[in-house]
């Protein structure tokens, strides 16, 4: 059946096609092979015409022609005059097994680049760093005091370990937000968050509505629901009100999702004001803000605590679901997050929570609450580092790639970065050739806006940053001289 795959859904199949050895148009005709048999491309699915998918691959036509012909020579596709190239309906069986995808999605790689682990590509599609020291402490401290309780539990708490949800909700006590443990819900990290919220109010065709840009693998939550996605664009404090309140009226979205402290990609960090006002206005239209805080914000400079969460300036009409993690402040190995919002949401989802995995292992939850009290110190400390970092390589930038334009962000880890002129889908396949993988802007856009941007993101250490920017500045004369 012709599904009529789009070029940027093939290259996102595609992957890192263009790293090894070999001829490329050789290294082009496996990769393809491979997504035909994995089932990516099924039986009758057109391949891509000839002239743009050079394009889009940065490469000449010549290329692409010599890849299919390889295929045909291997009985693959079929080519007919008037239709294309198309899959032969022999080279796979009819049906595969679902493998993760997401139709539409744009998060495919991030996703593969996981489960491949490291290679000798550079690859810039995760932002996080390696443990903080405190994890290996505070472990010490669970097994030699903690963990002759825990075993005395039966180890099913969907909702989550008492302890845990009590020292969450301290935290956002501290923050601000007066919380209850039993508006705490304990996850398995924001993903799982946003597929538990997602289970409980989308179905085929619910608007959502999301920042522009945001992090695909947010997006893909929502498109894996069937949600249909509206993008309204930032300026300096945030989300765009006037745009969020047209969307509102027009569409009636039943979820709004926001990143609202050092926002991914662009490490925007969003203003009180515009909290109390986003709060107000989602009240108004009975939308769900839907609120990712994977960072905590710094004190003013007065010693005043940074903007609390959305949910704190909300009236009592205003539904908030508020998600946080220990993924980016603590450590990606410790799959701990959490979801905040009114107890009988919480209950609800609790419940989804269940039928999902029967709740989080104690003893990661044990670890995780030892780390809350101790939370602000590792924000404090991790941001002064990623700071480091990103003033180092916006200095290689201004030297190596001074057409680049990009500005320092509030927080984060990470610099959003304008190529000017470029189609960074197609810089994407350039670099990869130079051993460096990154992420077009276009693919963390609802609306595949930003195609001229990348994020950079500055979790490694200060050896690889600069021959990260020694390969996007090879990669980007590459560029230049095919345009």
């Not at 093939?10 to 496996?30: S, T």
């Not at 682990?117 to 405190?134: F, K, M, N, Y």
């Not at 923050?175 to 924001?190: A, E, H, K, R, W």
């Not at 350039?430 to 979790?459: F, K, N, Q, T, Y």
Request: proline share 8%; glycine share 10%.
């Amino acid at each position: 059946m012709d599904r009529n795959l789009g070029i940027p859904d093939v290259v996102e199949l595609l992957g890192d096609w263009a790293v090894g050895r070999g001829p490329i148009y050789r290294r082009l005709a496996e990769s393809l092979e491979r997504i035909i048999r994995e089932g990516g491309l099924h039986p009758g699915d057109p391949l891509p015409p000839e002239r743009p998918f050079a394009r889009a691959l940065a490469v000449s036509r010549a290329t692409v022609v010599s890849a299919y012909d390889r295929l045909r020579e291997r009985g693959i596709v079929d080519s007919r005059q008037g239709s294309g190239t198309r899959v032969n309906r022999f080279a796979a069986p009819l049906r595969q097994p679902l493998d993760g995808r997401v139709t539409g999605g744009r998060a495919t790689s991030l996703l593969q680049r996981m489960i491949d682990g490291p290679t000798e590509v550079i690859s810039l599609t995760r932002a996080v760093d390696a443990a903080a020291p405190e994890v290996g402490t505070v472990l010490q401290e669970v097994v030699d005091t903690d963990l002759g309780e825990l075993l005395k539990d039966t180890g099913y708490r969907p909702a989550g370990l008492p302890a845990l949800r009590a020292a969450v909700a301290d935290q956002y006590g501290s923050q601000g937000l007066p919380t209850t443990p039993d508006q705490v819900l304990i996850t398995s990290g924001t993903q799982q968050a946003l597929n538990l919220i997602s289970t409980m109010y989308i179905r085929r065709g619910t608007s959502v509505m999301v920042e522009s840009p945001s992090w695909p693998g947010c997006l893909d939550a929502f498109r894996a629901a069937k949600a249909r996605l509206l993008g309204v664009p930032l300026d300096d404090e945030g989300i765009d009100l006037r745009i969020a309140r047209q969307v509102m009226a027009e569409h009636q979205p039943v979820l709004m999702f926001v990143m609202p402290t050092y926002h991914n990609p662009t490490g925007l960090l969003m203003t009180g004001r515009r909290r109390a006002h986003l709060a107000d206005l989602a009240a108004q239209h009975n939308v769900v803000i839907v609120e990712d805080n994977n960072f905590l914000p710094p004190d003013g400079p007065d010693g005043a605590p940074g903007p609390a969460p959305i949910a704190a300036y909300g009236s009592s009409d205003a539904q908030v679901l508020t998600t946080g993690t220990l993924t980016k402040l603590v450590w990606g190995g410790l799959r701990i997050g959490w979801l905040r919002g009114p107890a009988e949401l919480i209950e609800r989802l609790a419940r989804l929570k269940a039928m999902a995995d029967l709740g989080n292992p104690f003893v990661d939850q044990a670890v995780a609450a030892r780390l809350m009290p101790r939370l602000p110190a590792i924000a404090a400390r991790r941001l002064t580092e990623a700071r480091g970092r990103m003033e180092l390589v916006g200095s290689l930038i201004a030297e190596k790639l001074p057409e680049w334009q990009w500005r320092m962000p509030a927080g984060g880890s990470a610099l959003w970065v304008r190529l000017p002129g470029a189609d960074t889908r197609a810089f994407a396949q350039v670099a990869l050739r130079h051993g460096i993988e990154v992420v077009p802007g276009a693919s963390m856009d609802s609306s595949g806006r930003h195609d001229d941007h990348i994020r950079v993101p500055c979790v490694h250490p200060e050896d690889v940053l600069v021959e990260m920017v020694d390969r996007l500045e090879n990669a980007w004369r590459d560029a230049a001289m095919a345009r």
